[in-house]
């Protein structure tokens, strides 16, 4: 069974960092694409960062161009999102996913995470 676990997500000023983790157990991490998503209170959930299984292969959304960075590190079958600048408009709950196929959208990715809270004070 796919297990995805988030952590790392807290509460932020404005202009601070955080790093999330999701760790994955269950499927054969290294062939997975990697995927961040996020969901604000009312809103869609949106992509914001993927890693594909290939090196070298990323993804981000315009809205966190230069402030985000993906990573993953398959000996510790962990994904990570370094996220610098954040904004208050970052606040939402964070989502990791895994998908073999997974790409830029939600309906890429058939296995979630629980999600981790990251709030940002202004």
């Known amino acids: 069974e796919v297990h995805l676990v988030e952590s790392g997500g807290g509460l932020v000023q404005s202009g601070g960092s955080l790093m999330l983790s999701c760790t994955g157990s269950?499927?054969?991490?290294?062939?997975?694409?990697l995927g961040w998503f996020r969901q604000a209170p009312g809103k869609e959930r949106e992509g914001v960062s993927v890693?594909?299984?290939?090196?070298?292969?990323?993804w981000y959304a315009d809205f966190v161009q230069g402030r985000f960075a993906i990573s993953r590190d398959n000996a510790k079958n962990t994904v990570y999102l370094h996220m610098n600048s954040l904004k208050p408009e970052d606040t939402a709950i964070y989502y990791c996913?895994?998908?073999?196929?997974?790409?830029?959208?939600?309906?890429?990715?058939?296995?979630w995470g629980q999600g981790t809270q990251v709030t940002v004070s202004s």
């Open positions: 269950g499927f054969a991490f290294n062939d997975y694409a």
């Open positions: 890693i594909g299984s290939s090196v070298g292969s990323t």
């Open positions: 996913a895994a998908d073999r196929w997974g790409g830029s959208t939600r309906g890429t990715y058939g296995h």
